[in-house]
């Protein structure tokens, strides 16, 4: 059987569900991968280029199971998505600590997990290689008000994944790409977002639950073709770390980059006036 074997995290809706649906339409095979794997149901597939699987990304016994599963029906998995995660809306002080540790458990540590095995198992296969794609966000990049939480669950997956892609070894052929999408026509911002339990008081002036539930529906973009950048890259040969999805991601992404330059070149006297007497740096 030909074709790159995809496995894919969080398929029940949104850009993963289109994702799958992408990639069997382009003749490959899928690992869809859910927390309940038997409610999804996708067109095109047969027992040649379809798998479905539980897997929960805070339990490493899930995650090993599903690779276990994945390289006994494929031998082998050739780009892993880590799509799964959820979104948590509301003030930094009206949010408790087990909903920011859960968010970071899903977010963060499951990823973090997934890419383990994802790397062990790319590194042993023959010929070993294979692409991890990262799901984070434009809020990866740039921060909102009532999502501090949310951006820094993503913020720590750009700086993990930057920080890994530099230790392999280049002949193990594994590559990384963080995907960063902007606003899509998802249940991100219907039933796949969650809001602070106890709304502290001081923040009368914010209505976090209104403006998401207004917002939602009038992103641009669109989860068909956002899953077709997804499919472009990861049969890329040379993809990139990071892209942006969306025009409002490319917006704000370039101001941020603006404004980051002029912070940088304004303050260049204090930060260049710290080393010692002398110093030069190495060649």
């Known amino acids: 059987m030909g074709g790159r074997v995809f496995l894919i995290t969080g398929t029940s809706s949104g850009l993963g569900e289109e994702y799958v649906k992408k990639v069997l339409s382009a003749g490959d095979k899928v690992v869809a991968a859910s927390r309940n794997s038997s409610q999804l149901s996708f067109p095109g597939t047969t027992p040649d280029n379809y798998l479905a699987v539980d897997l929960d990304v805070t339990d490493k016994s899930s995650i090993d199971a599903a690779f276990e599963k994945a390289l006994a029906k494929f031998g082998r998995v050739d780009v892993v998505c880590n799509n799964a995660g959820y979104g948590l809306a509301g003030e930094f002080e009206s949010l408790s600590e087990k909903q920011i540790r859960t968010l970071m458990e899903v977010n963060f540590f499951g990823l ?5 095995k994802a790397m062990e198992v790319m590194r042993s296969q023959k010929p070993s290689g294979g692409l991890i794609q990262q799901v984070t966000s434009i809020g990866g990049q740039s921060s909102v008000p009532t999502f501090s939480i949310y951006c820094a669950s993503k913020w720590a997956v750009e700086g993990f994944t930057e920080g890994v892609q530099g230790e392999v070894k280049p002949e193990w052929g594994i590559k990384f790409t963080l995907i960063e999408p902007g606003g899509f026509r998802t249940q991100f911002a219907g039933g796949s977002i969650t809001f602070a339990e106890n709304k502290n008081e001081a923040y009368d002036h914010i209505n976090v639950e209104k403006a998401t539930k207004e917002r939602n529906g009038t992103q641009a973009g ?14 890329m040969d040379n993809p990139p770390l990071r892209c942006a999805l969306g ?10 980059i603006q404004d980051y330059g002029k912070n940088v070149m304004k303050y260049e006297k204090l930060s260049l006036s710290t080393d010692v007497d002398g110093f030069k740096p190495p060649a």
């Open 112 to 116: 973090m997990n997934v890419t383990r």
């Open 222 to 235: 669109d989860p068909v073709k956002g899953a077709a950048a997804f499919y472009e890259l990861a049969v």
């Open 247 to 256: 025009s409002d991601a490319y917006a704000m992404l370039n101001k941020k």
